[in-house]
Nanobody
């Protein structure tokens, strides 16, 4: 089991930046991918970005490519999501997720085994 705790959300104006953190604890040595998802009111949870636990590969949703950067610090068991040039449509609850049972894919909600409680990001126009 892996436990995840997100932090760093808040209210920011359009064009601003936020840096989300996700601290992992438990059996972190089993993690294959760490992902960020988001869910806006009335919408389904959607993929944002993922990174292999080794940090060798990253993948992004087209909607955030070039604006968001996912990174990790294995010494701290922490994954980050640097969000720049934020837009009102980025407003959502952001969730961190861990995949520690190897699966073929990494961009679907069902591909991940543990989830954090979420952190609210609100971007004002």
């Amino acid at each position: 089991q892996v436990q995840l705790v997100e932090s760093g959300g808040g209210l920011v104006q359009a064009g601003g930046s936020l840096n989300l953190s996700c601290a992992a604890s438990g059996r972190t040595f089993n993690i294959y991918h760490m992902g960020w998802f988001r869910q806006a009111p009335g919408k389904e949870r959607e993929f944002v970005a993922t990174i292999t636990w080794s940090g060798s590969s990253t993948y992004y949703a087209d909607s955030v490519k070039g604006r968001f950067t996912i990174s990790r610090d294995n010494a701290k068991n922490t994954v980050y999501l640097q969000m720049n040039t934020l837009k009102p449509e980025d407003t959502a609850v952001y969730y961190c997720a861990a995949q520690y049972q190897l699966k073929r894919y990494w961009s679907r909600v069902g591909d991940y085994d543990s989830w954090g409680q979420g952190t609210q990001v609100t971007v004002s126009a």
